[in-house]
């Protein structure tokens, strides 16, 4: 049974820095993709960085030069490092996996989430 589990959300002032950190536990062969998902209050869930196994990154507009994504193979642990925090960065901000093994092929995971808070 692959899990994923997040740490790191908080409450942070406008400005501040934060990093989430997302670990994959369990039996599996490799980690195709790894991303980072966020949902605000009354909102849908969004993209907000993700990164393939070849190094490959794209990030949402909104967020673009001010989070980075960056992984750890040999952890398999994913992290995002978010800068110049803005209130409307508030949300549950879940982690997400594509991974494959060998009894169940490519599937998608997603972590239990954790909220970040920026105050004005």
């Known amino acids: 049974q692959v899990q994923l589990v997040e740490s790191g959300g908080d409450l942070v002032q406008h400005g501040g820095s934060l990093r989430l950190s997302c670990a994959a536990s369990g039996r599996f062969f490799k980690i195709n993709i790894w991303g980072w998902y966020r949902q605000a209050p009354g909102k849908q869930r969004e993209l907000v960085a993700r990164?393939?196994?070849?190094?490959?990154?794209n990030y949402a507009d909104a967020v673009q030069g001010r989070f980075a994504i960056s992984r750890d193979s040999a952890k398999d642990t994913v992290y995002l490092q978010m800068n110049s925090l803005k209130p409307e960065d508030t949300a549950v901000y879940y982690c997400?996996?594509?991974?494959?093994?060998?009894?169940?092929?490519?599937?998608?995971?997603w972590g239990q989430g954790t909220q970040v808070t920026v105050s004005s």
């Open positions: 990164v393939t196994s070849g190094g490959a990154t």
């Open positions: 997400y996996a594509n991974i494959y093994s060998f009894n169940l092929g490519s599937v998608d995971y």
